[in-house]
Protein backbone atom coordinates (compact mmCIF):
# COMPACT_ATOMS: atom_id res chain seq x y z
CA UNK A 1 0.00 0.00 0.00
CA UNK A 2 2.86 2.39 1.07
CA UNK A 3 4.80 1.23 -1.75
CA UNK A 4 1.75 2.19 -4.47
CA UNK A 5 1.57 5.40 -2.80
CA UNK A 6 5.28 6.43 -3.04
CA UNK A 7 5.12 4.83 -6.63
CA UNK A 8 2.14 7.64 -7.74
CA UNK A 9 3.12 10.27 -5.43
CA UNK A 10 6.89 10.02 -7.89
CA UNK A 11 5.13 9.74 -10.87
CA UNK A 12 2.79 12.94 -9.73
CA UNK A 13 6.20 15.08 -9.34
CA UNK A 14 7.67 13.61 -12.60
CA UNK A 15 4.33 14.39 -14.44
CA UNK A 16 4.93 18.23 -12.65
CA UNK A 17 8.52 18.63 -13.17
CA UNK A 18 7.71 17.51 -17.34
CA UNK A 19 4.94 19.97 -17.28
CA UNK A 20 6.71 22.79 -15.64
CA UNK A 21 10.34 22.20 -17.65
CA UNK A 22 10.75 25.54 -19.36
CA UNK A 23 10.89 25.39 -23.11
CA UNK A 24 14.21 24.99 -24.70
CA UNK A 25 15.28 26.33 -28.09
CA UNK A 26 17.86 23.83 -29.37
CA UNK A 27 21.79 25.66 -29.89
CA UNK A 28 21.90 22.31 -32.31
CA UNK A 29 18.21 22.17 -33.76
CA UNK A 30 19.78 20.05 -37.19
CA UNK A 31 21.90 17.55 -34.54
CA UNK A 32 19.95 13.98 -34.12
CA UNK A 33 21.50 10.69 -33.60
CA UNK A 34 24.37 9.97 -35.76
CA UNK A 35 24.71 7.47 -38.26
CA UNK A 36 27.33 6.10 -36.29
CA UNK A 37 25.21 4.75 -33.10
CA UNK A 38 22.27 3.78 -35.51
CA UNK A 39 24.90 1.10 -37.75
CA UNK A 40 26.44 0.36 -33.92
CA UNK A 41 23.25 -0.30 -32.45
CA UNK A 42 21.81 -2.56 -35.63
CA UNK A 43 25.18 -4.26 -35.64
CA UNK A 44 25.02 -5.86 -32.22
CA UNK A 45 20.96 -6.56 -32.59
CA UNK A 46 21.83 -8.03 -35.53
CA UNK A 47 25.14 -9.96 -34.12
CA UNK A 48 26.90 -8.42 -37.59
CA UNK A 49 30.62 -7.93 -37.63
CA UNK A 50 31.20 -4.68 -36.86
CA UNK A 51 33.64 -2.64 -39.35
CA UNK A 52 30.90 0.61 -39.16
CA UNK A 53 32.25 3.08 -36.50
CA UNK A 54 36.12 3.42 -37.03
CA UNK A 55 38.00 1.95 -33.65
CA UNK A 56 40.69 -1.06 -32.91
CA UNK A 57 38.91 -4.50 -31.66
CA UNK A 58 42.15 -5.43 -30.83
CA UNK A 59 44.16 -4.48 -27.20
CA UNK A 60 46.86 -1.53 -27.64
CA UNK A 61 50.50 -2.64 -26.38
CA UNK A 62 50.52 -3.76 -22.75
CA UNK A 63 53.57 -1.83 -21.99
CA UNK A 64 51.37 1.56 -22.27
CA UNK A 65 48.69 0.25 -20.09
CA UNK A 66 51.43 -0.55 -17.43
CA UNK A 67 52.66 2.98 -17.64
CA UNK A 68 49.88 4.35 -17.17
CA UNK A 69 49.48 1.92 -13.78
CA UNK A 70 52.70 2.95 -12.76
CA UNK A 71 51.99 6.62 -13.01
CA UNK A 72 48.93 6.27 -10.82
CA UNK A 73 50.72 4.20 -8.66
CA UNK A 74 53.39 6.71 -8.25
CA UNK A 75 50.36 9.19 -7.03
CA UNK A 76 50.56 11.31 -9.96
CA UNK A 77 46.82 11.53 -10.13
CA UNK A 78 46.05 14.96 -9.09
CA UNK A 79 45.32 18.17 -11.64
CA UNK A 80 48.11 18.50 -14.13
CA UNK A 81 49.25 22.02 -15.59
CA UNK A 82 46.47 23.42 -17.92
CA UNK A 83 48.30 23.00 -20.54
CA UNK A 84 49.20 19.90 -20.12
CA UNK A 85 51.98 17.39 -18.34
CA UNK A 86 55.07 19.26 -19.37
CA UNK A 87 57.34 15.76 -20.31
CA UNK A 88 54.55 15.40 -22.46
CA UNK A 89 54.80 18.35 -24.72
CA UNK A 90 58.57 18.59 -24.60
CA UNK A 91 58.01 14.73 -26.13
CA UNK A 92 55.46 16.35 -28.83
CA UNK A 93 57.69 18.98 -29.37
CA UNK A 94 60.48 16.30 -30.06
CA UNK A 95 59.03 14.26 -32.39
CA UNK A 96 57.28 17.21 -34.62
CA UNK A 97 61.40 18.08 -34.93
CA UNK A 98 62.33 14.68 -35.64
CA UNK A 99 59.92 14.36 -38.77
CA UNK A 100 58.37 16.80 -40.01
CA UNK A 101 61.10 19.48 -38.75
CA UNK A 102 59.49 22.38 -37.01
CA UNK A 103 60.11 23.35 -33.66
CA UNK A 104 57.40 24.13 -32.00
CA UNK A 105 57.75 25.53 -28.09
CA UNK A 106 56.80 23.02 -25.61
CA UNK A 107 55.72 25.37 -23.10
CA UNK A 108 53.51 27.98 -25.56
CA UNK A 109 52.97 26.61 -28.63
CA UNK A 110 51.63 22.91 -27.43
CA UNK A 111 48.70 21.97 -25.63
CA UNK A 112 47.41 18.51 -24.94
CA UNK A 113 43.73 18.27 -25.16
CA UNK A 114 40.58 15.44 -24.37
CA UNK A 115 41.11 13.96 -27.71
CA UNK A 116 41.21 15.65 -31.10
CA UNK A 117 37.51 16.14 -30.79
CA UNK A 118 37.89 18.78 -28.33
CA UNK A 119 40.63 20.42 -29.76
CA UNK A 120 39.11 21.00 -32.90
CA UNK A 121 36.19 22.18 -31.19
CA UNK A 122 38.65 24.82 -29.05
CA UNK A 123 40.48 25.94 -31.75
CA UNK A 124 36.63 26.69 -33.07
CA UNK A 125 35.47 28.68 -30.58
CA UNK A 126 38.74 30.52 -29.70
CA UNK A 127 39.22 32.18 -33.14
CA UNK A 128 35.95 31.95 -34.78
CA UNK A 129 33.29 34.80 -34.14
CA UNK A 130 29.28 35.15 -34.55
CA UNK A 131 29.20 35.30 -38.95
CA UNK A 132 32.75 34.57 -39.78
CA UNK A 133 32.80 31.90 -42.10
CA UNK A 134 34.76 28.55 -42.53
CA UNK A 135 35.11 26.52 -44.87
CA UNK A 136 35.15 22.83 -45.15
CA UNK A 137 35.93 20.34 -47.92
CA UNK A 138 32.92 17.42 -48.37
CA UNK A 139 32.55 15.01 -47.12
CA UNK A 140 34.24 15.80 -43.74
CA UNK A 141 34.24 14.27 -40.50
CA UNK A 142 30.88 15.09 -38.56
CA UNK A 143 32.09 17.60 -35.68
CA UNK A 144 33.15 20.22 -38.03
CA UNK A 145 29.78 21.54 -38.73
CA UNK A 146 28.26 21.72 -35.35
CA UNK A 147 31.45 23.17 -33.77
CA UNK A 148 31.36 26.05 -36.19
CA UNK A 149 27.43 26.51 -35.99
CA UNK A 150 28.34 26.86 -31.76
CA UNK A 151 31.09 29.56 -32.42
CA UNK A 152 27.98 31.43 -34.41
CA UNK A 153 30.03 31.05 -37.19
CA UNK A 154 28.74 30.27 -40.65
CA UNK A 155 30.19 26.84 -42.69
CA UNK A 156 30.70 27.03 -46.05
CA UNK A 157 30.92 23.31 -47.79
CA UNK A 158 33.44 22.87 -50.55
CA UNK A 159 32.74 19.24 -52.50
CA UNK A 160 36.14 17.24 -52.95
CA UNK A 161 36.41 15.74 -56.05
CA UNK A 162 33.49 13.48 -56.08
CA UNK A 163 34.82 9.53 -57.56
CA UNK A 164 39.13 10.75 -56.15
CA UNK A 165 38.56 12.67 -53.26
CA UNK A 166 40.99 15.22 -54.11
CA UNK A 167 41.21 18.87 -53.46
CA UNK A 168 39.92 21.06 -56.11
CA UNK A 169 41.88 24.58 -54.94
CA UNK A 170 39.62 26.36 -57.79
CA UNK A 171 36.59 25.03 -55.99
CA UNK A 172 38.10 26.57 -52.13
CA UNK A 173 39.57 29.76 -54.20
CA UNK A 174 35.99 30.10 -54.77
CA UNK A 175 34.56 29.96 -51.53
CA UNK A 176 36.79 32.17 -50.07
CA UNK A 177 35.44 35.59 -48.90
CA UNK A 178 36.73 38.61 -47.01
CA UNK A 179 34.46 36.74 -43.91
CA UNK A 180 36.75 33.59 -43.94
CA UNK A 181 37.96 33.31 -40.82
CA UNK A 182 39.66 29.59 -41.27
CA UNK A 183 39.65 26.40 -43.10
CA UNK A 184 39.44 22.76 -41.77
CA UNK A 185 41.65 19.92 -43.97
CA UNK A 186 41.67 16.17 -43.10
CA UNK A 187 44.52 14.48 -44.80
CA UNK A 188 44.75 11.33 -43.56
CA UNK A 189 41.20 11.82 -44.87
CA UNK A 190 38.09 9.88 -43.48
CA UNK A 191 36.58 8.63 -44.71
CA UNK A 192 38.04 8.64 -48.29
CA UNK A 193 41.94 7.45 -46.90
CA UNK A 194 43.14 9.69 -49.49
CA UNK A 195 46.17 11.49 -48.44
CA UNK A 196 47.29 15.25 -49.83
CA UNK A 197 50.54 15.58 -51.52
CA UNK A 198 53.43 17.78 -51.46
CA UNK A 199 52.13 20.01 -54.17
CA UNK A 200 48.61 19.98 -52.67
CA UNK A 201 49.94 21.44 -49.62
CA UNK A 202 51.97 24.14 -51.34
CA UNK A 203 48.76 25.10 -53.77
CA UNK A 204 46.90 25.68 -49.76
CA UNK A 205 50.06 27.28 -48.86
CA UNK A 206 50.30 29.61 -51.97
CA UNK A 207 46.06 30.52 -52.29
CA UNK A 208 45.95 31.04 -48.21
CA UNK A 209 49.46 33.65 -48.25
CA UNK A 210 47.75 36.58 -49.15
CA UNK A 211 44.68 36.46 -46.83
CA UNK A 212 44.26 36.05 -42.87
CA UNK A 213 42.35 32.98 -43.24
CA UNK A 214 43.67 30.65 -40.02
CA UNK A 215 44.24 26.66 -40.87
CA UNK A 216 42.83 24.01 -38.65
CA UNK A 217 44.63 21.00 -39.70
CA UNK A 218 43.26 17.66 -38.59
CA UNK A 219 46.10 15.57 -38.69
CA UNK A 220 44.69 12.21 -36.56
CA UNK A 221 45.79 9.78 -38.99
CA UNK A 222 49.35 10.79 -39.44
CA UNK A 223 50.73 7.87 -38.18
CA UNK A 224 48.32 5.95 -40.93
CA UNK A 225 50.11 6.47 -44.60
CA UNK A 226 50.58 3.64 -47.05
CA UNK A 227 52.84 2.42 -49.62
CA UNK A 228 55.97 4.69 -48.30
CA UNK A 229 54.47 7.95 -48.64
CA UNK A 230 55.31 11.00 -46.37
CA UNK A 231 52.48 12.44 -44.14
CA UNK A 232 52.20 16.16 -45.43
CA UNK A 233 51.63 17.47 -42.32
CA UNK A 234 51.04 21.38 -42.23
CA UNK A 235 54.23 21.60 -39.60
CA UNK A 236 56.35 20.78 -43.01
CA UNK A 237 55.39 24.56 -44.53
CA UNK A 238 56.11 27.37 -42.76
CA UNK A 239 53.18 29.44 -44.49
CA UNK A 240 50.88 27.31 -43.30
CA UNK A 241 52.79 26.83 -39.87
CA UNK A 242 52.24 30.31 -38.97
CA UNK A 243 48.19 29.84 -38.99
CA UNK A 244 47.70 26.44 -38.30
CA UNK A 245 46.65 24.21 -35.31
CA UNK A 246 47.91 20.74 -36.00
CA UNK A 247 45.75 18.63 -34.39
CA UNK A 248 46.46 14.89 -33.76
CA UNK A 249 45.21 12.10 -31.55
CA UNK A 250 46.73 9.28 -29.24
CA UNK A 251 43.38 7.54 -29.30
CA UNK A 252 44.48 6.33 -33.22
CA UNK A 253 48.51 6.47 -32.94
CA UNK A 254 48.16 3.90 -30.02
CA UNK A 255 44.85 2.45 -30.54
CA UNK A 256 43.69 3.90 -27.45
CA UNK A 257 40.11 5.81 -29.63
CA UNK A 258 38.76 5.65 -25.53
CA UNK A 259 41.51 7.51 -23.55
CA UNK A 260 40.68 10.59 -25.70
CA UNK A 261 44.03 12.47 -25.45
CA UNK A 262 45.24 14.54 -28.04
CA UNK A 263 46.88 17.91 -28.73
CA UNK A 264 47.51 20.89 -30.72
CA UNK A 265 50.32 22.41 -32.04
CA UNK A 266 49.85 25.96 -32.76
CA UNK A 267 52.36 29.11 -32.64
CA UNK A 268 51.89 31.29 -29.41
CA UNK A 269 49.99 33.63 -30.13
CA UNK A 270 47.33 31.01 -31.61
CA UNK A 271 48.14 28.71 -28.66
CA UNK A 272 47.45 31.66 -26.43
CA UNK A 273 43.81 32.33 -27.47
CA UNK A 274 43.33 28.29 -27.62
CA UNK A 275 44.34 28.04 -23.73
CA UNK A 276 41.90 30.85 -22.75
CA UNK A 277 38.81 28.50 -24.15
CA UNK A 278 40.94 25.33 -22.96
CA UNK A 279 41.19 26.71 -19.37
CA UNK A 280 37.46 26.95 -19.16
CA UNK A 281 36.38 23.90 -21.44
CA UNK A 282 38.05 20.78 -20.02
CA UNK A 283 40.71 22.64 -18.12
CA UNK A 284 42.99 19.48 -17.90
CA UNK A 285 43.32 15.94 -19.19
CA UNK A 286 43.95 12.96 -16.84
CA UNK A 287 46.87 13.35 -15.53
CA UNK A 288 48.33 9.38 -15.33
CA UNK A 289 47.93 8.63 -19.21
CA UNK A 290 49.16 11.81 -20.07
CA UNK A 291 52.61 10.78 -17.77
CA UNK A 292 52.38 7.43 -19.85
CA UNK A 293 51.59 8.83 -23.50
CA UNK A 294 55.39 10.83 -22.06
CA UNK A 295 57.42 7.65 -21.34
CA UNK A 296 55.76 5.98 -24.22
CA UNK A 297 56.42 8.63 -27.19
CA UNK A 298 59.98 8.89 -26.24
CA UNK A 299 60.12 5.30 -28.46
CA UNK A 300 59.58 6.29 -32.15
CA UNK A 301 59.37 2.23 -33.25
CA UNK A 302 55.65 2.46 -32.59
CA UNK A 303 54.25 4.96 -34.82
CA UNK A 304 57.10 4.25 -37.09
CA UNK A 305 55.97 1.04 -37.64
CA UNK A 306 52.17 1.90 -37.42
CA UNK A 307 52.17 2.72 -41.22
CA UNK A 308 53.63 -1.31 -41.84
CA UNK A 309 50.94 -2.75 -39.37
CA UNK A 310 48.00 -1.16 -40.82
CA UNK A 311 49.05 -1.74 -44.60
CA UNK A 312 49.32 -5.62 -44.06
CA UNK A 313 45.60 -5.37 -42.52
CA UNK A 314 44.17 -2.80 -45.90
CA UNK A 315 45.94 -5.52 -48.34
CA UNK A 316 44.51 -8.59 -46.55
CA UNK A 317 41.15 -6.56 -46.47
CA UNK A 318 41.46 -5.09 -50.25
CA UNK A 319 42.73 -9.12 -51.16
CA UNK A 320 39.36 -10.19 -49.65
CA UNK A 321 37.19 -7.70 -51.27
CA UNK A 322 38.58 -7.95 -54.68
CA UNK A 323 36.92 -11.37 -54.63
CA UNK A 324 33.55 -9.49 -54.17
CA UNK A 325 31.12 -7.54 -56.68
CA UNK A 326 32.18 -4.73 -54.26
CA UNK A 327 34.15 -1.58 -56.57
CA UNK A 328 37.37 -0.99 -54.60
CA UNK A 329 38.51 2.56 -54.56
CA UNK A 330 42.25 3.78 -53.59
CA UNK A 331 43.47 3.60 -49.74
CA UNK A 332 46.54 5.64 -49.37
CA UNK A 333 45.92 6.06 -45.81
CA UNK A 334 43.83 5.99 -42.38
CA UNK A 335 42.18 2.76 -41.39
CA UNK A 336 38.84 3.12 -43.74
CA UNK A 337 38.32 1.23 -47.20
CA UNK A 338 35.67 2.64 -49.52
CA UNK A 339 34.01 0.87 -52.18
CA UNK A 340 31.28 1.36 -54.95
CA UNK A 341 28.27 -0.81 -54.22
CA UNK A 342 26.85 -0.09 -57.67
CA UNK A 343 27.33 -3.29 -58.87
CA UNK A 344 25.87 -5.10 -55.79
CA UNK A 345 22.66 -3.16 -55.24
CA UNK A 346 20.07 -0.03 -56.32
CA UNK A 347 19.92 0.92 -53.10
CA UNK A 348 20.48 4.44 -51.48
CA UNK A 349 23.92 4.16 -49.35
CA UNK A 350 22.21 4.35 -46.14
CA UNK A 351 19.62 1.56 -47.04
CA UNK A 352 22.55 -0.38 -48.32
CA UNK A 353 24.62 -0.78 -45.09
CA UNK A 354 21.58 -1.34 -43.33
CA UNK A 355 20.86 -4.23 -45.22
CA UNK A 356 23.94 -5.30 -45.21
CA UNK A 357 24.39 -5.30 -41.45
CA UNK A 358 20.77 -6.96 -40.97
CA UNK A 359 20.96 -9.61 -44.18
CA UNK A 360 24.75 -9.81 -44.59
CA UNK A 361 25.93 -9.48 -41.15
CA UNK A 362 28.60 -6.75 -42.21
CA UNK A 363 28.11 -3.26 -40.80
CA UNK A 364 29.57 -0.20 -42.60
CA UNK A 365 28.64 3.28 -42.96
CA UNK A 366 27.24 5.87 -45.84
CA UNK A 367 29.47 7.79 -46.85
CA UNK A 368 26.39 10.23 -47.47
CA UNK A 369 26.83 10.61 -43.91
CA UNK A 370 30.12 12.80 -43.87
CA UNK A 371 27.85 15.27 -46.42
CA UNK A 372 25.98 17.66 -44.59
CA UNK A 373 23.22 17.59 -47.33
CA UNK A 374 23.41 13.81 -47.75
CA UNK A 375 25.10 13.57 -51.03
CA UNK A 376 24.70 9.75 -52.74
CA UNK A 377 27.27 8.26 -54.78
CA UNK A 378 26.85 4.87 -54.00
CA UNK A 379 30.15 4.51 -51.95
CA UNK A 380 30.15 2.60 -48.32
CA UNK A 381 33.29 3.24 -46.19
CA UNK A 382 34.55 -0.16 -44.07
CA UNK A 383 36.97 0.21 -40.66
CA UNK A 384 39.95 -2.47 -41.38
CA UNK A 385 41.56 -1.58 -37.85
CA UNK A 386 40.29 -5.31 -36.63
CA UNK A 387 41.67 -8.17 -35.89
CA UNK A 388 42.90 -10.56 -38.84
CA UNK A 389 39.92 -13.23 -37.88
CA UNK A 390 37.47 -10.70 -37.35
CA UNK A 391 38.28 -9.23 -41.31
CA UNK A 392 38.54 -12.70 -42.49
CA UNK A 393 35.33 -13.22 -40.72
CA UNK A 394 33.45 -10.09 -42.69
CA UNK A 395 35.21 -11.10 -46.02
CA UNK A 396 33.40 -14.61 -45.43
CA UNK A 397 29.86 -12.98 -45.32
CA UNK A 398 30.83 -10.59 -48.00
CA UNK A 399 32.35 -12.70 -50.56
CA UNK A 400 28.36 -13.93 -50.69
CA UNK A 401 27.09 -10.76 -52.25
C1 LIG B 1 38.97 12.98 -38.98
C2 LIG B 1 38.81 12.83 -37.50
N1 LIG B 1 39.05 13.87 -36.71
C3 LIG B 1 38.93 13.80 -35.37
C4 LIG B 1 38.53 12.63 -34.76
C5 LIG B 1 38.38 12.59 -33.27
O1 LIG B 1 39.49 12.07 -32.63
P1 LIG B 1 39.49 11.81 -31.05
O2 LIG B 1 38.91 10.46 -30.83
O3 LIG B 1 40.91 11.93 -30.63
O4 LIG B 1 38.63 12.87 -30.44
C6 LIG B 1 38.26 11.50 -35.56
C7 LIG B 1 37.80 10.25 -34.94
O5 LIG B 1 37.21 9.40 -35.56
C8 LIG B 1 38.39 11.61 -36.96
O6 LIG B 1 38.16 10.56 -37.77
Not at 246 to 275: D, I, Q
Request: contains cysteine; charged residues 15%.
Amino acid sequence: MIWKWNNSFTSLLLTLSIMTCPSLQSRLPHVGTTIFTVMSTLASEKGAVNLGQGFPDFSCDPGLIDAVTRAMQKGLNQYPPMAGVPTLREAIATKIEAIYARQYCATTEITITAGATQAILTAILSVVHNGDEVIVLEPCYDSYGPNIELAGGITVRVPLTPGTFRPNFDNIAAAMSPRTRAIIINSPHNPSGTVWSASDMQQLEKLLAPSNVLLISDEVYEHMVFDGQQHQSAARYPGLAERAFVVSSFGKTYHVTGWKVGYVAAPAALTHEFRKVHQFNVFTVNTPVQHALADYLAQPAPYLNLPDFYQEKRDLFRAGLRQTRLKLLPCEGTYFQCVDTSEVSDLSEADFCKWLTSEVGVAAIPLSAFYAAGYDQQVVRFCFAKKTETLNLALEKLQTL
